[in-house]
Protein backbone atom coordinates (compact mmCIF):
# COMPACT_ATOMS: atom_id res chain seq x y z
CA UNK A 1 0.00 0.00 0.00
CA UNK A 2 1.60 3.36 -1.01
CA UNK A 3 1.76 5.49 1.64
CA UNK A 4 1.03 9.56 1.47
CA UNK A 5 4.11 11.34 -0.12
CA UNK A 6 5.96 14.86 0.35
CA UNK A 7 4.55 17.15 -2.24
CA UNK A 8 7.36 20.06 -3.24
CA UNK A 9 5.73 22.18 -5.70
CA UNK A 10 8.44 22.45 -8.54
CA UNK A 11 10.84 25.38 -8.39
CA UNK A 12 12.52 27.31 -11.57
CA UNK A 13 16.20 25.80 -12.07
CA UNK A 14 18.54 28.61 -10.46
CA UNK A 15 20.25 31.02 -13.16
CA UNK A 16 23.95 31.74 -12.77
CA UNK A 17 25.97 33.90 -15.81
CA UNK A 18 27.33 31.59 -18.17
CA UNK A 19 31.31 30.82 -17.52
CA UNK A 20 31.43 30.06 -14.32
CA UNK A 21 33.82 27.52 -13.08
CA UNK A 22 32.91 24.36 -12.25
CA UNK A 23 34.21 24.48 -8.60
CA UNK A 24 32.32 27.84 -8.13
CA UNK A 25 29.22 26.73 -9.85
CA UNK A 26 28.96 23.35 -7.22
CA UNK A 27 29.57 25.82 -4.29
CA UNK A 28 26.78 28.11 -5.28
CA UNK A 29 24.46 25.05 -6.02
CA UNK A 30 25.49 23.23 -3.26
CA UNK A 31 25.25 26.30 -0.42
CA UNK A 32 22.52 28.35 -2.11
CA UNK A 33 19.26 27.30 -0.05
CA UNK A 34 21.29 27.16 3.27
CA UNK A 35 21.20 29.47 6.39
CA UNK A 36 23.85 30.91 7.69
CA UNK A 37 24.48 29.24 10.71
CA UNK A 38 23.61 30.99 14.55
CA UNK A 39 20.46 31.79 12.72
CA UNK A 40 17.37 31.39 14.93
CA UNK A 41 14.23 30.55 12.89
CA UNK A 42 11.10 31.32 14.54
CA UNK A 43 8.39 29.52 13.77
CA UNK A 44 4.86 29.86 14.08
CA UNK A 45 1.38 27.94 13.72
CA UNK A 46 -1.80 29.56 10.94
CA UNK A 47 -4.59 29.29 13.36
CA UNK A 48 -6.49 32.09 13.06
CA UNK A 49 -10.15 32.12 11.21
CA UNK A 50 -8.66 33.86 8.09
CA UNK A 51 -5.85 31.28 7.69
CA UNK A 52 -8.03 29.34 5.15
CA UNK A 53 -8.21 28.47 1.23
CA UNK A 54 -11.07 28.70 -1.00
CA UNK A 55 -11.56 25.54 -2.80
CA UNK A 56 -13.91 24.87 -5.27
CA UNK A 57 -16.66 21.84 -4.31
CA UNK A 58 -16.42 19.42 -7.10
CA UNK A 59 -19.24 18.79 -9.45
CA UNK A 60 -21.27 22.03 -7.83
CA UNK A 61 -19.05 24.86 -8.61
CA UNK A 62 -19.51 25.96 -5.04
CA UNK A 63 -16.14 27.43 -2.83
CA UNK A 64 -15.94 26.19 0.13
CA UNK A 65 -13.08 27.70 3.24
CA UNK A 66 -10.38 24.83 4.48
CA UNK A 67 -8.72 25.98 7.18
CA UNK A 68 -5.03 25.70 8.11
CA UNK A 69 -5.08 25.30 11.59
CA UNK A 70 -4.10 22.48 13.56
CA UNK A 71 -4.77 20.83 16.74
CA UNK A 72 -3.21 20.86 20.10
CA UNK A 73 -1.47 17.71 19.43
CA UNK A 74 -0.68 18.16 16.19
CA UNK A 75 1.04 21.39 16.89
CA UNK A 76 2.75 19.16 19.79
CA UNK A 77 4.05 16.59 17.80
CA UNK A 78 5.59 19.67 15.83
CA UNK A 79 7.27 20.84 18.68
CA UNK A 80 8.98 17.63 19.31
CA UNK A 81 10.19 17.05 15.55
CA UNK A 82 12.00 20.83 16.15
CA UNK A 83 13.54 19.55 19.81
CA UNK A 84 14.83 16.50 18.04
CA UNK A 85 16.73 18.23 14.89
CA UNK A 86 17.92 20.83 17.74
CA UNK A 87 18.91 17.82 19.97
CA UNK A 88 21.58 17.46 17.74
CA UNK A 89 23.20 19.51 18.41
CA UNK A 90 23.07 21.98 15.41
CA UNK A 91 24.09 26.01 15.10
CA UNK A 92 20.92 26.62 13.69
CA UNK A 93 18.09 27.49 16.44
CA UNK A 94 13.97 27.23 16.64
CA UNK A 95 12.04 29.02 18.77
CA UNK A 96 8.46 29.47 18.40
CA UNK A 97 6.48 32.65 18.50
CA UNK A 98 2.77 33.57 18.34
CA UNK A 99 3.06 36.59 15.77
CA UNK A 100 3.52 35.77 11.83
CA UNK A 101 5.40 38.72 10.83
CA UNK A 102 8.04 37.55 13.26
CA UNK A 103 8.47 33.84 11.66
CA UNK A 104 10.49 32.99 9.09
CA UNK A 105 8.44 29.64 9.57
CA UNK A 106 4.27 29.66 9.12
CA UNK A 107 2.88 26.35 9.37
CA UNK A 108 -0.28 25.39 8.31
CA UNK A 109 -2.26 22.02 8.86
CA UNK A 110 -4.70 22.39 5.74
CA UNK A 111 -6.36 18.86 5.06
CA UNK A 112 -5.96 17.62 1.86
CA UNK A 113 -3.19 19.76 0.16
CA UNK A 114 -0.23 17.58 0.91
CA UNK A 115 2.29 18.12 3.14
CA UNK A 116 5.58 20.43 1.50
CA UNK A 117 7.67 22.58 3.00
CA UNK A 118 9.99 25.35 1.37
CA UNK A 119 14.03 24.41 0.98
CA UNK A 120 15.93 26.19 3.65
CA UNK A 121 16.32 29.77 2.57
CA UNK A 122 13.47 30.15 -0.11
CA UNK A 123 11.35 30.26 2.81
CA UNK A 124 11.80 34.05 3.09
CA UNK A 125 10.49 34.61 -0.42
CA UNK A 126 6.92 33.12 1.12
CA UNK A 127 4.40 36.31 1.69
CA UNK A 128 4.36 36.65 6.03
CA UNK A 129 0.58 35.61 5.17
CA UNK A 130 1.39 32.72 3.69
CA UNK A 131 2.29 29.09 4.69
CA UNK A 132 6.30 27.57 4.16
CA UNK A 133 5.58 24.14 5.44
CA UNK A 134 1.76 22.11 4.95
CA UNK A 135 0.93 19.17 6.84
CA UNK A 136 -1.40 17.59 5.13
CA UNK A 137 -3.10 14.82 7.03
CA UNK A 138 -2.71 13.91 10.57
CA UNK A 139 0.58 13.94 12.20
CA UNK A 140 -0.25 12.36 15.34
CA UNK A 141 -1.20 8.83 13.76
CA UNK A 142 1.34 6.07 14.00
CA UNK A 143 4.09 6.30 11.90
CA UNK A 144 3.55 9.83 10.70
CA UNK A 145 6.33 11.42 12.76
CA UNK A 146 8.63 11.30 10.04
CA UNK A 147 6.47 13.17 7.94
CA UNK A 148 7.23 16.01 10.54
CA UNK A 149 10.73 15.03 10.56
CA UNK A 150 11.42 14.95 6.84
CA UNK A 151 9.82 18.99 6.25
CA UNK A 152 11.98 20.05 8.80
CA UNK A 153 14.55 19.14 7.40
CA UNK A 154 13.89 20.79 3.98
CA UNK A 155 13.32 23.67 6.23
CA UNK A 156 16.74 23.33 7.10
CA UNK A 157 17.74 22.96 3.53
CA UNK A 158 18.09 19.09 2.64
CA UNK A 159 16.54 18.19 -0.34
CA UNK A 160 14.77 14.49 -1.28
CA UNK A 161 17.53 11.90 -1.30
CA UNK A 162 15.98 9.22 -2.94
CA UNK A 163 16.75 11.96 -6.05
CA UNK A 164 20.56 11.92 -5.25
CA UNK A 165 22.13 11.30 -8.65
CA UNK A 166 24.23 8.46 -6.90
CA UNK A 167 21.25 6.59 -6.00
CA UNK A 168 21.63 4.35 -9.08
CA UNK A 169 18.02 3.95 -9.29
CA UNK A 170 16.17 2.70 -12.03
CA UNK A 171 12.27 3.53 -11.86
CA UNK A 172 9.49 1.59 -13.97
CA UNK A 173 8.93 5.35 -14.62
CA UNK A 174 5.09 4.36 -16.11
CA UNK A 175 4.20 2.35 -12.83
CA UNK A 176 5.04 5.19 -11.13
CA UNK A 177 3.66 7.34 -12.60
CA UNK A 178 0.03 5.18 -12.41
CA UNK A 179 0.54 4.36 -8.95
CA UNK A 180 0.71 7.62 -7.49
CA UNK A 181 -2.04 9.02 -10.02
CA UNK A 182 -4.20 7.10 -7.36
CA UNK A 183 -4.99 7.39 -3.86
CA UNK A 184 -3.78 8.34 -1.21
CA UNK A 185 -1.91 11.01 -3.22
CA UNK A 186 -3.50 11.52 -6.51
CA UNK A 187 -0.49 13.26 -8.22
CA UNK A 188 -0.12 14.63 -11.24
CA UNK A 189 2.53 13.70 -13.89
CA UNK A 190 4.30 16.90 -13.38
CA UNK A 191 4.11 16.32 -9.56
CA UNK A 192 5.52 13.00 -9.82
CA UNK A 193 8.12 13.46 -12.02
CA UNK A 194 9.33 16.48 -9.39
CA UNK A 195 9.43 14.53 -6.52
CA UNK A 196 10.13 11.39 -7.18
CA UNK A 197 11.98 10.61 -10.75
CA UNK A 198 13.99 13.74 -11.42
CA UNK A 199 17.62 13.12 -10.50
CA UNK A 200 19.20 16.23 -8.74
CA UNK A 201 22.07 18.32 -9.45
CA UNK A 202 25.48 16.30 -8.23
CA UNK A 203 26.28 19.52 -6.20
CA UNK A 204 22.45 19.86 -4.82
CA UNK A 205 22.40 16.56 -3.40
CA UNK A 206 23.10 15.89 0.03
CA UNK A 207 26.15 14.26 -0.62
CA UNK A 208 28.15 11.73 -2.67
CA UNK A 209 26.98 8.48 -1.32
CA UNK A 210 23.67 7.61 -0.95
CA UNK A 211 21.37 6.95 2.27
CA UNK A 212 18.41 5.03 1.88
CA UNK A 213 18.02 5.06 5.51
CA UNK A 214 17.56 9.33 5.44
CA UNK A 215 14.78 10.64 6.56
CA UNK A 216 14.81 12.88 3.48
CA UNK A 217 14.06 9.27 1.64
CA UNK A 218 10.55 8.91 0.57
CA UNK A 219 8.99 5.36 1.44
CA UNK A 220 8.20 3.80 -1.60
CA UNK A 221 6.10 0.55 -2.47
CA UNK A 222 6.80 -2.61 -4.28
CA UNK A 223 7.12 -2.45 -7.86
CA UNK A 224 8.08 0.22 -9.15
CA UNK A 225 11.87 0.39 -8.80
CA UNK A 226 13.76 -2.30 -11.11
CA UNK A 227 17.32 -1.87 -10.25
CA UNK A 228 19.21 -2.44 -7.89
CA UNK A 229 17.46 -5.16 -7.13
CA UNK A 230 17.28 -5.23 -3.32
CA UNK A 231 14.90 -2.15 -3.97
CA UNK A 232 12.50 -3.93 -5.73
CA UNK A 233 10.38 -4.84 -2.94
CA UNK A 234 10.13 -0.63 -2.16
CA UNK A 235 11.62 1.87 -0.07
CA UNK A 236 11.47 1.83 3.44
CA UNK A 237 13.32 4.37 5.52
CA UNK A 238 12.65 4.13 9.46
CA UNK A 239 11.83 7.98 9.30
CA UNK A 240 14.18 9.58 11.68
CA UNK A 241 17.32 11.08 10.93
CA UNK A 242 19.97 8.62 10.21
CA UNK A 243 23.54 8.80 10.73
CA UNK A 244 24.26 10.43 7.45
CA UNK A 245 21.67 13.22 7.85
CA UNK A 246 22.78 14.28 11.51
CA UNK A 247 26.64 14.30 9.91
CA UNK A 248 25.08 16.71 6.82
CA UNK A 249 23.39 19.03 8.83
CA UNK A 250 26.52 19.33 11.55
CA UNK A 251 28.64 20.11 8.73
CA UNK A 252 26.69 23.25 7.59
CA UNK A 253 25.33 23.99 10.92
CA UNK A 254 28.10 23.26 13.80
CA UNK A 255 27.61 23.99 16.72
CA UNK A 256 28.12 28.02 17.17
CA UNK A 257 30.89 29.84 19.31
CA UNK A 258 30.52 31.09 22.89
CA UNK A 259 33.15 33.58 22.10
CA UNK A 260 32.44 37.19 21.79
CA UNK A 261 31.64 38.07 17.82
CA UNK A 262 34.70 40.81 16.82
CA UNK A 263 32.94 44.51 16.29
CA UNK A 264 32.64 46.11 13.28
CA UNK A 265 33.71 49.74 13.33
CA UNK A 266 32.42 51.68 11.00
CA UNK A 267 34.60 52.85 8.28
CA UNK A 268 37.21 50.12 9.12
CA UNK A 269 37.26 46.72 6.99
CA UNK A 270 37.58 43.58 8.63
CA UNK A 271 39.78 40.88 6.19
CA UNK A 272 37.55 37.36 6.46
CA UNK A 273 40.30 34.88 5.09
CA UNK A 274 37.56 32.22 4.60
CA UNK A 275 37.75 28.94 2.61
CA UNK A 276 34.91 27.70 1.15
CA UNK A 277 31.92 27.05 3.01
CA UNK A 278 33.42 29.50 6.21
CA UNK A 279 31.79 31.87 8.18
CA UNK A 280 32.60 35.07 10.03
CA UNK A 281 30.75 36.70 12.44
CA UNK A 282 30.97 40.50 13.61
CA UNK A 283 28.74 42.79 15.86
CA UNK A 284 27.81 46.10 14.76
CA UNK A 285 26.87 49.39 17.70
CA UNK A 286 26.59 52.07 15.52
CA UNK A 287 27.32 55.62 16.65
CA UNK A 288 24.86 57.30 15.92
CA UNK A 289 21.40 56.67 14.22
CA UNK A 290 21.43 56.64 10.05
CA UNK A 291 21.10 54.59 6.89
CA UNK A 292 24.39 52.17 6.33
CA UNK A 293 25.78 50.06 4.12
CA UNK A 294 27.19 46.61 5.32
CA UNK A 295 28.82 45.19 2.46
CA UNK A 296 31.51 42.69 1.29
CA UNK A 297 35.32 43.36 -0.90
CA UNK A 298 37.18 41.16 -2.93
CA UNK A 299 36.54 38.36 -5.36
CA UNK A 300 34.34 36.61 -4.00
CA UNK A 301 30.62 34.65 -4.06
CA UNK A 302 29.00 35.16 -0.22
CA UNK A 303 25.87 35.29 1.71
CA UNK A 304 26.20 38.86 3.60
CA UNK A 305 23.02 38.31 6.45
CA UNK A 306 22.39 41.66 9.30
CA UNK A 307 20.21 40.58 12.77
CA UNK A 308 18.78 43.07 14.84
CA UNK A 309 19.44 42.06 18.67
CA UNK A 310 16.20 41.77 20.23
CA UNK A 311 15.85 40.59 24.13
CA UNK A 312 19.09 38.54 23.59
CA UNK A 313 18.17 37.05 20.45
CA UNK A 314 19.07 38.24 16.85
CA UNK A 315 16.05 38.52 14.80
CA UNK A 316 16.41 38.32 10.80
CA UNK A 317 16.97 42.07 9.82
CA UNK A 318 18.36 42.19 6.09
CA UNK A 319 20.30 39.68 3.12
CA UNK A 320 21.75 39.39 0.56
CA UNK A 321 23.37 36.93 -1.58
CA UNK A 322 25.53 37.50 -4.56
CA UNK A 323 26.34 34.41 -5.62
CA UNK A 324 27.33 33.76 -9.19
CA UNK A 325 27.13 37.43 -10.08
CA UNK A 326 30.43 39.95 -10.48
CA UNK A 327 28.56 42.55 -7.84
CA UNK A 328 29.56 42.05 -4.12
CA UNK A 329 26.72 41.29 -0.77
CA UNK A 330 25.96 44.55 0.80
CA UNK A 331 22.37 45.74 2.32
CA UNK A 332 21.60 49.53 2.77
CA UNK A 333 19.96 49.05 5.98
CA UNK A 334 18.84 52.17 9.09
CA UNK A 335 20.60 51.44 12.20
CA UNK A 336 19.40 52.36 15.51
CA UNK A 337 22.14 53.80 18.00
CA UNK A 338 22.26 52.25 21.49
CA UNK A 339 21.19 48.87 19.42
CA UNK A 340 23.30 45.74 18.68
CA UNK A 341 23.48 44.31 15.64
CA UNK A 342 24.97 40.96 14.24
CA UNK A 343 26.73 40.75 10.67
CA UNK A 344 27.43 36.96 9.72
CA UNK A 345 29.15 36.40 6.50
CA UNK A 346 29.52 32.80 4.47
CA UNK A 347 31.87 32.46 1.68
CA UNK A 348 30.69 30.37 -1.12
CA UNK A 349 33.97 30.82 -3.23
CA UNK A 350 36.87 32.96 -3.73
CA UNK A 351 39.00 33.41 -6.76
CA UNK A 352 42.16 35.46 -7.76
CA UNK A 353 44.58 37.04 -5.64
CA UNK A 354 42.82 39.58 -3.86
CA UNK A 355 41.85 39.85 -0.30
CA UNK A 356 37.95 39.25 1.01
CA UNK A 357 36.95 41.74 3.60
CA UNK A 358 33.93 43.17 5.05
CA UNK A 359 32.90 47.00 6.01
CA UNK A 360 30.26 48.96 7.68
CA UNK A 361 30.13 52.95 6.38
Not at 41 to 55: E, G, K, Q, T
Not at 73 to 88: A, M, P, S, T
Not at 199 to 205: H, T, Y
Request: charged content about 20%; hydrophobic content about 35%; overall charge negative.
Amino acid sequence: MTRRLCSLPRQPAPSFAPGLTAGRLGALLAGRRMWVNGTVLHYCFMDSRSDASVIPVPGTGELRRVPWAGGSEQRDVVRGCFREWQDLGIGVTFAEVGDRHEAELRIGFQAGAGSWSAVGRDALSAGRGERTVNLGWDVTAPGERGTVLHQIGHTLGMVHEHQSPVAGLHWDDEAVYAELAGPPNFWSRETTYTNVLRRLDACAAGGSVWDPQSVMTLPIGPGLVLEPEQYRGGLRPPGAPSPADKEFVLRWYPPTRLSEPAPLVPFRSAPLGLGPGEQAEFTVEPPETREYTVGTFGDADAVLVVFEERDGEPRFFAGHDDGGTPDNAAVRVRLVRGRRYIVRVRLYSSWGSGETAVMCW
